[in-house]
């Protein structure tokens, strides 16, 4: 098309054509929960306009797509400002760029690999659940990582969200601390999605693309009976300042969060080294279509808290974390899905 056209000579055109594609189809996913490409054109989008900016640094502006964490902040719901910023994930594409994330951890670390968590990456939604006072106050979309959008009500009807901690959970606490912000994600089984999109093709709705806009719709929906009668469920897996908790890394966490009431995957794994890593993904990617909820990938943080402070974060990512993503599978599903749509 026209892009293209310029495109040869002229890389400031050929980056705006691609923040507006971006960004257009951004909305459809994130605000409109239908996504109306591939994950797979989308990245590949999205991989045009890093390789572009890696090439031309100076046409790399704040607003850049790729400077922050893609999400979108409805008028429906009421606005929450995260006390902490809610970031998104540097991604890996395969076991190279993920041996070479590790390598520079290692470096960043003075020259040995510290302790790595390895957790499934969910495909859901991400959510931020506060506690105050052990009750469950407030619970809040990630939306553009600073914003996100007051689901409360509708997170309350999901049955394994604890609305109170439990009282093991206490003696972790930091004394004076008010509010605890839990973060993880909310997914809707593929058996409940399969089901829910079966019953909108009858009624003549239109189906969702696939199990993560399905969680992100249902949750984000103006009357919360209707996210009452669907099927969502939450992995809980982060703190937003874990300054306020008596746990020194990832994996102790996911154990207090366990006792404190929530559900925790039970597949993680404390690494000691890369083949360790690099065996987790091995399996994860087997075991994938036998779980009955969708994983895109794993998901690999440094364990240890305080070395998660030394490496800090990008505008849009951790420094301590990557997503191993797993090889794009179900791309037909997704198609066939939006086939049924036009
Ligand atoms: P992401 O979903 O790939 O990764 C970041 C998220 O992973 C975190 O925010 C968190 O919610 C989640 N996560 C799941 N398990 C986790 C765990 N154990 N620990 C930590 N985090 C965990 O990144 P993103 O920026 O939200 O979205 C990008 C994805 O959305 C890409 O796959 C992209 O293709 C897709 N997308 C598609 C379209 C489209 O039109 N098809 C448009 C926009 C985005």
Redesign the pocket.
Known sequence: GQDSLFSADDPAARIAALRREIEH??Y???ALDN?????G???SLMADLRALEAAHPELVTPDSPTQR??GYVGEQFAPVVHEQR????D?AMDLGELDAWMERVREACGGSLPPLCC????D?S?IALTYEDDLLARAAT?GDGTTGEDVTVNMRTVRDVPLRLREEARAAIAPGVGGLELRG?VYMPKKSFELLNVAAVSDGRQPFANPRNAAAGSLRQKDARITQNRDLSTFM??IADERALAVDGQWELLQWLREAGFHVNPDVRLCESAEEVRDFCRVAIERRDALPYEI?GV?VKVNAFSRQRALGFTSRAPRW?I?FKFPPEEKTTLLRDITVQV
Request: aromatic fraction near 14%; charged fraction near 25%.
């Open positions: 189809r951004s459809q996913y994130y996504p109306t490409i591939s994950d054109a989308f990245d964490v893609g809610m970031y998104s994930l991604n957790e499934l990456k969910i859901g991400s990630r994600e897996y982060a895109d998901v974390a997503a």
